[in-house]
């Protein structure tokens, strides 16, 4: 099993940055993809950003694009998601979540989940 822990939302005002971290830790070397959703009050959970776990190479959602960058620290099996010039309608609940197969901005395809963190865009 593998477990995941984010940590890092809060409020912010618009425009402002927050970094997101996510710890994984079990049997993480079963981990291949690792990335964010997002779920808004009333809406469905949404990809943000993925990282493939040895490569590095990521995929973004067209909304956070040039705006969100994740990155990863393998020795410490943690990654992170760094949200810049943060707007209202970033506000929500951010999961970090990981698989052992090929990246998929699909959440279903996801097996393993953190409890998620909150981050509050104030306007």
């Known amino acids: 099993q593998v477990q995941l822990v984010e940590s890092g939302g809060g409020l912010v005002q618009a425009g402002g940055s927050l970094r997101l971290s996510c710890a994984a830790s079990g049997r993480t070397l079963n981990i291949n993809v690792m990335a964010w959703f997002r779920q808004a009050p009333g809406k469905d959970r949404e990809f943000v950003g993925s990282?493939?776990?040895?490569?590095?190479?990521?995929d973004y959602a067209e909304s956070v694009k040039g705006r969100f960058t994740i990155s990863r620290d393998t020795a410490k099996n943690t990654m992170y998601l760094q949200m810049n010039s943060l707007k209202p309608e970033d506000t929500a609940v951010y999961y970090c979540?990981?698989?052992?197969?090929?990246?998929?901005?699909?959440?279903?395809?996801?097996?393993?989940w953190g409890q998620g963190t909150q981050v509050t865009v104030s306007s």
């Open positions: 979540a990981a698989r052992s197969g090929l990246r998929s901005r699909v959440d279903y395809e996801y097996a393993y």
């Open positions: 990282i493939a776990r040895s490569i590095g190479m990521t």
